[in-house]
């Protein structure tokens, strides 16, 4: 076989390499957003993360620049999750969200929001993902984009506050930064 033949075994095939770079270089964050996104649904984020994905690879060729992929694949997701209903204030299995670092009071704030909502306060507070971003993540923007916003924050502040008493804080980088943002909007 001469060296430049995909099947030589020393090669994987160009579609499997890309897939693997694809999947590594947003896999993990993905799946990190998904699961804030079905608040520790497991399953449900499975298979959105991995349909998502996997369409991104098929889009590979015109998802080059890494932050407007990543855009695309959490549009994707919320989409898709809008399809197969994930539920907006059913909690999934807590633990994989208190493995993010989220204490009751985020998931409280997380669950008082619908799935666009949840979706913008994730990306551009947590990922920190910039305004246009944000946009193309939701389907929303200029005005529509900011009474989202703010129709989120507040909503996860109100229901974060309810509860902030209820459990002991957990430690950890999720739950900083969420806790930063809600101290922020009612500063």
Do not use: C, N
């Not at 033949?5 to 390499?17: I, K, L, Q």
């Not at 989202?148 to 109100?158: C, K």
């Amino acid at each position: 076989m001469l060296a430049t033949d995909p099947r030589a075994p020393d090669r994987a095939p160009p579609d499997e390499v890309v897939r693997a770079a694809f999947h590594e270089l947003h896999g993990r964050r993905l799946h990190g957003f998904g699961l804030l996104l079905t608040l520790g649904d497991r399953r449900a984020t499975s298979r959105l993360v991995g349909g998502a994905l996997a369409a991104g690879v098929e889009r590979a060729g015109h998802l080059r620049h890494p932050e407007r992929a990543a855009a695309w694949l959490r549009a994707r997701v919320v989409r898709d999750a809008g399809r197969v209903g994930v539920a907006r204030h059913r909690v999934g299995d807590r633990t994989g969200l208190a493995d993010l670092g989220a204490d009751a009071a985020v998931v409280a704030g997380l669950a008082a929001l619908d799935r666009r909502e949840r979706a913008a306060v994730i990306a551009s507070a947590i990922e920190r993902l910039d305004a246009r971003d944000v946009s193309a993540i939701v389907d929303r923007d200029g005005r529509s984009l900011e009474r989202l916003m703010q129709q989120a924050r507040a909503r996860y502040v109100a229901a974060y506050d309810a509860s902030a008493d209820d459990d002991p804080p957990i430690d950890g980088p999720l739950a900083a930064r969420l806790h930063e943002i809600a101290q922020r909007a009612m500063g």
